[in-house]
Nanobody
């Protein structure tokens, strides 16, 4: 059983920064892509960013490009999301996910159904 534990959320003013962490356990971390999704009240869960199993490739939704950076430390079984220049529209619960297939390519990273394990979520609130 895989466990994912997010941390680092909080309340920040617009223009501020936060760094989210997601610690994984339960299966070999370095073989599976990892992602961050977010869900605002009344909205569907949406893709934010993903990183390949090796860490060599990363993917972002257009609204966060240039502001957010995803990274991973396979020695620590942890994936990070550095969020800069935060905007009120970034307010949501942020979830990390572990891709269900080992050594997958990037074509499926934005689909929630391709992830078999999720963390409990961490709230990010950006005030204007």
């Amino acid at each position: 059983q895989v466990q994912l534990v997010e941390s680092g959320g909080g309340l920040v003013h617009a223009g501020g920064s936060l760094r989210l962490s997601c610690a994984a356990s339960g299966r070999t971390f370095s073989t599976n892509a990892m992602s961050w999704f977010r869900q605002a009240p009344g909205k569907e869960r949406e893709f934010v960013a993903a990183i390949s199993y090796s860490g060599r490739s990363s993917y972002y939704t257009d609204s966060v490009k240039g502001r957010f950076t995803i990274s991973r430390d396979n020695a620590k079984n942890t994936v990070y999301l550095q969020m800069n220049s935060l905007k009120p529209e970034d307010t949501a619960v942020y979830y990390c996910g572990s891709h269900r297939r080992a050594y997958s390519d990037g074509t499926t990273y934005s689909r929630p159904g391709e992830y078999d394990y999720w963390g409990q979520g961490t709230q990010v609130t950006v005030s204007s």
